[in-house]
C-alpha cells in the first residue's frame, strides 16, 4: 500500500488497523491519502483495488463516509490549477453523477497529487474501469503553466489573476484572515 507522504509515521499503524475493519474481504487497498473537507467531516482517502473509499474522524471510530465502486466510475478528476481547489479529488460516474471526495494536500512539489494519480492508474488498470485523471501539466519554472488556462494566453503566468482573485475574496469577506494569509503563502510557493 503506498501512503501520502502527509500521514505521520505514528497514524500509520491506526490506518492500518481502520482499513482490516473498513474493507471488504479479499479487498486490497492501493492507496491511503489524507484529506479535507467542509460539512461532511472526512479524514482519509483510501483507493482498493475495488472502489474509492472516504473515512470520517477519529472521534467517530473512522466511519465509512463514501464508498464509489470502480465499475460505475467513468472519470476521476483531480484539480491541480485552481488556487482555492487544488487538491480537489471528484469522480464521475457513467450516469453523470460527480461525486466530491475531499482536497489531497498538494505539499511541496504535488508529491500527494503526483501519488494520487499513480495509485488511480494502477487501480485502473487492475480493473479496466476509470479513465485516466484528467488533468492540466504542472506548473513550470517562474510558475508558468504550460496549455491553455482561463483569462490569459498559452504560457502566460496565472500568479497575478490567482493573487487578484484570493485578494477580492478576502476584502468581500469570504476569507478570514488566516485563510488568506495561508492560500497566499501556498499560492506563492513558500
Known amino acids: 500500500m503506498r501512503v501520502d507522504p502527509s500521514i505521520p509515521e505514528d497514524a500509520l499503524l491506526e490506518v492500518r488497523t481502520i ?5 471488504g474481504t479479499g479487498e ?14 472526512v479524514s482519509y482517502l483510501v483507493v482498493t483495488d475495488v472502489r474509492l473509499v472516504t473515512l470520517g474522524l477519529r472521534h467517530q471510530d ?8 470502480h465499475s460505475v466510475v467513468e472519470k476521476v478528476l483531480l484539480d491541480r490549477r485552481s488556487l482555492l481547489r487544488s487538491g480537489e479529488v471528484r469522480t464521475r460516474d457513467t450516469s453523470g453523477v460527480t461525486t466530491y471526495l475531499g482536497c489531497l494536500d498538494p505539499g511541496r512539489g504535488g508529491a500527494a497529487l503526483d501519488l494520487f494519480e499513480s495509485v488511480v492508474e494502477q ?13 492540466p501539466a504542472p506548473p513550470g519554472p517562474q510558475g508558468v503553466v504550460h496549455g491553455a488556462h482561463e483569462g490569459g494566453p498559452v504560457g502566460a503566468d496565472p500568479l497575478p489573476q490567482q493573487l487578484g482573485e484570493l485578494a477580492r475574496l478576502h476584502e468581500e469577506g469570504l ?5 488568506f494569509s495561508a492560500a497566499k503563502a501556498r499560492l506563492l510557493g513558500l
Open 19 to 23: 482499513l482490516a475493519r473498513r474493507l
Open 123 to 135: 487501480a485502473r488498470s487492475g480493473t479496466g474501469a476509470m479513465t485516466t485523471i484528467p488533468t
Open 62 to 69: 473512522h466511519p465509512v463516509v463514501d464508498s464509489v465502486r
Open 175 to 179: 476569507l478570514t484572515e488566516d485563510e
Open 28 to 41: 486490497r487497498p492501493l492507496g491511503v491519502f489524507a484529506v479535507s473537507r467542509l460539512r461532511r467531516l
